[in-house]
């Protein structure tokens, strides 16, 4: 039993763009020994599916791209037909917009926008972002994920290191300020990492998660609800995102930090600490580290990878994802053809609900 997944992207790849490509990466993935997909349904402000929750909200039901299609019951109808499992990934998640001011989103509702310090639209890393703080816009984002659980045959869902998450530096809007305000009776800190506001902050988005959690399991208790954070407890500080206690609370079914270091020994040292310091024996089926397979020009070596998945097991670590598919198709498929022929040559069962979270 092993978590052999990997990411389906719309940026740098073509796979999603055709029923065709779709039908035809399902059979690669299958043939390769991979047992789950996880296609991107949210980003760039768009749904990868036609949601009715876009079009009564903003007017926009489906990627422009993807208009008279329907890409993730593609990908559904596919993967199920070479036995692949499928988890939705909500890759922007509280994200508006990148380089875009924050895009259509906060052109049709400013009152969203997440705020820093100054009072500015919140922007980190070139993304700027939706106030993940404020109720509407957890209700927003709940509900784009309770229409893909409730309407399509899908296996879970899954949040990454922008859901839920919100830059440390935000939380300076009126709203969260008047929240705070009333509980302590002080203005929020002006430094944004301070330890109480920093951990006041990352439990609003935990309560949230653990809200999200619940209605998708009222909806079929199998579902999986799956994150890929940063690593902890970098993405505390920077992002909000308290992995800890979402382990702690059990409101998440499997977790794939994102080991995205370019080189053996860096991969190795945070496996190690994640193992050690992390996860208990309890906890450690829910880990699948995310590997960078490819970004830009950079392309993982074979060498790597190989060493990368053997060590995994051998630290009790049962699966990775692969971050994304399109690094598998590379130089002739090289990276595809080391795990068909090597480390992913038997198939592997996807484990069940009740293997990663040790209840019947």
């Not at 300076?172 to 300020?177: F, G, H, L, P, V």
Request: with cysteine; glycine share 6%.
């Amino acid at each position: 039993m092993e978590i052999r997944g990997v990411w389906l992207t719309t940026t740098d790849s073509q796979v999603l763009r055709s029923r065709q490509n779709i039908a035809e990466a399902m059979d690669f993935l299958a043939t390769t020994g991979f047992n789950v997909v996880f296609p991107v349904v949210w980003n760039q402000a768009v749904t990868l599916y036609p949601s009715q929750t876009m079009r009564q909200t903003f007017g926009v039901e489906i990627d422009p791209l993807s208009v008279g299609r329907d890409p993730l019951l593609e990908v559904v109808t596919e993967a199920r037909r070479v036995g692949l499992k499928v988890i939705p990934w909500f890759e922007y998640g509280f994200a508006s917009s990148y380089n875009l001011n924050g895009g259509l989103l906060l052109q049709q509702k400013p009152e969203w926008a997440a705020r820093d310090s100054q009072g500015n639209l919140l922007k980190k890393n070139g993304f700027e972002w939706l106030n993940a703080l404020n109720p509407d816009v957890q209700a927003f984002l709940m509900n784009l994920v309770l229409e893909v659980v409730n309407n399509y045959d899908v296996d879970g869902i899954q949040g990454d290191d922008r859901f839920p998450a919100l830059p440390s530096e935000g939380g300076y809007d009126a709203d969260t300020i008047a929240r705070y305000r009333q509980e302590f009776h002080r203005q929020p800190p002006l430094n944004p990492k301070d330890r109480h506001w920093l951990q006041w902050r990352a439990d609003i988005l935990t309560k949230f998660w653990a809200r999200l959690y619940q209605q998708v399991k009222a909806v079929n208790p199998n579902l999986l609800v799956s994150i890929a954070p940063n690593i902890h407890d970098w993405a505390f500080r920077e992002y909000l995102q308290d992995t800890p206690t979402w382990l702690n609370q059990g409101i998440v079914d499997i977790i794939h930090p994102q080991i995205y270091r370019r080189d053996f020994p860096s991969y190795r040292a945070i496996a190690d600490k994640l193992v050690k310091e992390q996860f208990t024996a309890a906890t450690l089926p829910k880990l699948a580290p995310g590997i960078l397979l490819k970004l830009g020009t950079y392309c993982i070596s074979p060498q790597y990878l190989v060493q990368t998945i053997e060590y995994n097991r051998q630290i009790g670590i049962k699966g990775e994802v692969c971050f994304f598919y399109e690094g598998l198709r590379e130089n002739n498929h090289t990276l595809a053809r080391v795990l068909q022929n090597h480390l992913y040559a038997k198939s592997a069962a996807f484990p069940t609900c009740s293997d990663l979270t040790g209840m019947g």
